[in-house]
């Protein structure tokens, strides 16, 4: 499961590192706006964000799962779920 969360990262950061050049091109407005004017959100652990991340993976319903040191999270986009497996 470990070698899987790392691949999974892995292939999220080439995605992303192939997206920044586009993203710079056209992302920006061809280059008249600064990083300062673009809006960015950062959930920290007083949000409920797990900390510890190993492994994060998003199924087609549009959830981003976490798995951490503290257990398996699932994210909607505004808040963390625990996830409590059926008994």
């Known amino acids: 499961m470990r070698a899987t969360g790392f691949r999974v990262l892995r292939a999220l950061g080439i995605c992303l590192v192939g997206l920044l050049p586009g993203a710079a091109a056209s992302g920006l407005g061809g280059g008249d ?4 004017e673009l809006h960015h959100t950062a959930w920290l652990a007083k949000d ?13 319903d549009g ?4 798995g951490s040191s503290r ?14 497996p059926p008994s």
């Not at 959830?63 to 976490?66: A, G, T």
């Not at 986009?77 to 996830?83: M, P, R």
């Open 48 to 60: 409920g964000a797990p900390s510890q991340v190993n492994a994060l993976a998003q199924t087609t």
């Open 63 to 66: 959830f981003l799962w976490i």
């Open 33 to 36: 706006r600064t990083l300062t």
């Open 71 to 84: 257990g398996l999270f699932r994210f909607d986009g505004v808040q963390f779920e625990q996830f409590v």
